[in-house]
């Protein structure tokens, strides 16, 4: 790992400074490499469009969860390094919306504290069900009280802001001088139009926008590619920011950019972009930054959370929730190093589950939004209710991929049901959402078989007829970017490789979201497979630069 060096403050500010008049031949700001005590990513894995509040000494952030339910995740902080998964918006996925409204892109969740009310509101994107194109894209609100946001569920007020041709997404709210704003983006470049930055009073109890609606600013820059989206806003001194998103968002192919703007009277709509824009692109370390939130902490200091891939592991993990401070220029722009570092210790990401001892499942598991949530039971381990499911490949509990080494296990009892472990993705060609597939190893009683059904069929890759009983540990070790998978079976507490494959992961990757690893049972509805345990080690030999 590279050596940390700290430099006075009064360096870092003029060399930061100094080198914003520098650019590379995308337009970006050339800026020096700035050193934190900030661990970064902040929220490791599939964490699009982060948002962060803070309520007190304590942070609250929250993040997309696209096709995956639960939907909307929500962490908490003390210190902006270590954040732990506390609860969801809607831990059961559509069914906690109001008339189940929503059915899928469950987008760009954001967080809002009402101090009056002591309540804490999310506004959320999602596609209604029975409406066709981009006009089902609708953004709700839900509360919860705010000393109840660890145990408790948000109660859901429904689609607040509805745009009747092309849709509304990334909504976000500021409270001001006593009144409630709130921002959101028409989505106009998905049906051939103009993407506006919109604003609207809301009613205190979010259940109805009043007031006149207007237009606050779209693509202007030469750099800005005909659209805007994923703004956040919050005041500094006599101005009100806005940090905004710019580009493809969510794939391979994406070209994210992050610009600036300004104004001194919100009720004006008139708004200044910033001239030295973008002030956040793609870098050595990450790709595509963008939509994210600002915080103050109680002494003043302003961070964003914003998402980016690591360019190490491209899309194969997802777009994870990057943390750093802002630091203000002479001119009065709040601005961004565009240098972070991934520096989180890669021990940080190990995952156990024994389901011997925890009889709940851990907020960390995630199935198919547009499936009903698999039924489960605890009874001396985990007991999954079977299907033939997801193109024949079985129930899925999955969960983020946070490097692209790693080695999973299980330990499962042997049953009629084919129980194991796998790595989920899109099936090919298919349209998701709901169309998900894997690679992986399952066992049962008539033996060992290695599928793939990523290309809508389900494919014996290897098979081993002996038969078995008892409790039987399976493995799967990643790497390569992906490129390589080798499938083990423990005997005599010693690992021993029974196959392994190349993989080219780019081809299933989901459009916005990155790869799940998890368990997979396939059988009749009426039996389980039976897990004792599940563990995660990720083997990247080292995650800064």
């Known amino acids: 790992m590279r050596k940390t060096y700290t430099l006075p403050l009064i360096f870092i500010f003029i060399y930061f400074y100094a080198c914003t008049v520098k650019r590379t031949d995308s337009g970006a700001q050339n800026q020096p490499i700035v050193k934190s005590a900030l661990i970064n990513p902040a929220l490791p894995g599939d964490n699009p469009d982060p948002s962060v509040i803070r309520i007190g000494n304590v942070y609250y952030a929250t993040s997309t969860t696209n096709e995956w339910a639960p939907c909307f995740t929500i962490y908490k902080s003390t210190d902006l390094k270590t954040w732990t998964l506390i609860n969801h918006v809607f831990p059961e996925g559509s069914k906690d919306m109001k008339a189940a409204w929503g059915e899928n892109k469950f987008w760009a969740s954001e967080l809002s504290y009402d101090a009056r009310q002591n309540k804490i509101y999310a506004y959320y994107t999602a596609h209604k069900k029975n409406v066709s194109g981009n006009a089902g894209l609708q953004c709700g609100v839900a509360w919860i009280d705010a000393d109840k946001i660890e145990t408790g569920k948000f109660t859901d007020n429904g689609p607040i802001i509805v745009e009747k041709d092309c849709g509304a997404i990334d909504a976000f709210e500021l409270i001001d001088k006593g009144k409630i704003y709130t921002f959101w983006k028409n989505d106009g470049n998905g049906c ?88 956040m692109v793609g870098n050595d370390n990450w790709k595509c930054p963008g939509h994210g939130t600002v915080v103050e902490t109680p002494d003043g200091k302003l961070y964003m959370l914003y998402h980016a891939f690591n360019k190490d592991y491209n899309v194969f993990v997802g777009r994870e929730g990057v943390i750093e401070e802002m630091v203000m220029s002479e001119d009065g722009w709040p601005l961004l190093h565009n240098s972070t570092i991934a520096n989180r210790p890669v021990a940080d990401m190990n995952f156990h589950d024994d389901f011997t001892k925890d009889a709940r499942l851990s907020l960390v598991w995630q199935w198919p939004s547009k499936i009903t949530k698999p039924g489960y039971k605890f009874d001396d381990g985990l007991k999954l209710e079977s299907s033939d499911g997801n193109h024949k490949m079985g129930t899925f509990l999955g969960q983020y991929m946070k490097t692209t080494n790693l080695f999973i296990e299980a330990e499962i009892t042997i049953g009629k049901p084919q129980t194991g472990i796998c790595l989920g993705g899109a099936i090919f060609g298919s349209k998701w959402p709901g169309e998900l597939g894997g690679i992986g190893i399952t066992a049962a009683e008539n033996g060992l078989v290695i599928f793939n059904n990523l290309e809508k069929t389900y494919k014996i890759i290897k098979q081993d007829p002996t038969p078995l009983s008892g409790n039987v540990k399976l493995a799967m070790k990643i790497n390569n970017k992906v490129s390589q998978i080798e499938f083990y079976q423990s005997l005599n507490d010693s690992w021993i490789k029974i196959y392994e494959t190349s993989f080219n992961a780019s081809k299933y990757t989901p459009w916005g979201m990155g790869y799940r690893i998890g368990i997979v049972t396939l059988g009749k509805n009426d039996e389980y497979g039976i897990y004792k345990s599940f563990e995660v080690t990720n083997l990247e030999p080292v995650l800064s630069r």
């Open 192 to 279: 051939g139009q103009e993407t506006w930055i919109w604003m609207q009073e809301m009613n205190e109890s979010r259940t109805k926008l009043i007031g006149e609606k207007k237009r606050l600013f779209t693509a202007s820059q030469p750099w800005e590619n005909k659209l805007v989206e994923g703004a956040c806003f919050f005041k500094k001194g006599k101005y009100y920011y806005s940090l905004y998103a710019v580009g493809g968002c969510c794939d391979s192919l994406c070209n994210y950019k992050t610009g600036i703007a300004r104004t001194k009277d919100l009720a004006s709509g008139k708004w200044e972009k910033y001239e030295k824009n973008p002030v």
